[in-house]
C-alpha cells in the first residue's frame, strides 16, 4: 500500500539554526498538510497546501515557517531561527482530493532543539 | 468547529469487541465525522469516516446515531495492535483542504 514518507526520522538541530523536513507524499494525492506534537500535547495543524500554494494555514504557522514543493515529488517545511519551544514531532500527511477525503500520515520527523 | 467528547482512556480484552463513542452535539449537517488513530511513535491514521449511515471497512465499524449528535467506533474484534489513542473528528464537506482538529481522544488499553 502506498505510504507517505518523511526524512529524517530525527532531526537535532542548534538554536537559532534552520531546518528543512522533508516529505514524500503519496503520488496520485493533490492536497498536502504539515501537523505537529509537542511532547504530551495534541496534534495540531500547521499548514495545508494545494495547486502550489498555501490552501490554509494556524496561527501556528507564523513567518518562521514556510513550505515548499520543490519538484513533483517531494512537499518540505522550513523553519528559520528555530527556537526551543520549536521541539515536537512534525508530522506530514497528502490527501487525494481534499475536503472530506481521508488523509494519510507519514510517521513524523521528531525535531530537537538544543 | 464542531466540539467533541471522548472518555480519556478505555481498556478491553484481546479478541473481544469495543465500543469507543464520540459526542459532538454541535455538528453541523455538512459535516462528516471521521476517526483517526494513532499507534505509539507512529503518525495518526485514518480508520473511517461518515455521514449519516453506518460504514463498515476492513478495519472497523461506525455507528452514527440518528441525530448525528453522537457515534460509536466498534472494533469487533480487538488484538493488542489496536492499542492506541483514537481520535473521533467532524470534518466540513464542504472545505478544500480544512486542517483536521484533533483533540485528546481516548487512550485504548488492550489486556492479553
Known amino acids: 500500500e502506498p505510504e507517505v514518507t518523511q526524512t529524517p526520522s530525527h532531526q537535532v538541530t542548534q538554536m537559532g539554526q534552520e531546518v528543512i523536513l522533508r516529505c514524500v507524499p503519496i503520488?496520485?494525492?493533490?492536497?498536502f498538510y504539515w501537523y505537529r506534537q509537542i511532547l504530551g500535547q495534541k496534534v495540531e495543524f500547521l499548514v495545508s497546501?494545494?495547486?502550489?500554494?498555501?490552501?490554509?494555514k494556524s496561527e501556528i504557522f507564523d513567518d518562521q515557517f514556510s513550505v515548499e514543493r520543490p519538484d513533483g515529488s517531494n512537499f518540505t517545511l522550513k523553519i528559520r531561527s528555530t527556537k526551543l519551544e520549536d521541539s515536537a514531532m512534525y508530522f506530514c500527511a497528502s490527501s487525494e482530493k481534499g475536503m472530506y477525503q481521508p488523509q494519510h500520515f507519514g510517521d513524523g520527523t521528531r525535531l530537537s532543539i538544543l | 468547529d464542531a466540539k467533541t467528547t471522548q472518555p480519556n482512556s478505555m481498556e478491553s480484552n484481546e479478541e473481544e469487541p469495543v465500543h469507543l463513542p464520540c459526542n459532538h452535539s454541535t455538528i453541523s449537517g455538512t459535516d462528516y465525522i471521521h476517526w483517526y488513530r494513532q499507534l505509539p511513535s507512529q503518525g495518526p491514521e485514518y480508520v473511517i469516516h461518515?455521514?449519516?449511515s453506518n460504514v463498515n471497512n476492513r478495519m472497523a465499524s461506525l455507528a452514527i446515531a440518528e441525530d448525528r449528535k453522537s457515534s460509536t467506533l466498534i472494533l469487533h474484534r480487538a488484538t493488542l495492535r489496536d492499542a492506541a489513542v483514537y481520535y473521533c473528528i467532524p470534518v466540513y464537506s464542504g472545505g478544500g483542504a480544512d486542517g483536521l482538529t484533533f483533540g485528546k481522544g481516548t487512550h485504548l488499553i488492550i489486556q492479553p
Open positions: 461518515g455521514l449519516t
Open positions: 503520488s496520485n494525492h493533490l492536497y
Open positions: 497546501f494545494y495547486n502550489n500554494e498555501i490552501s490554509e
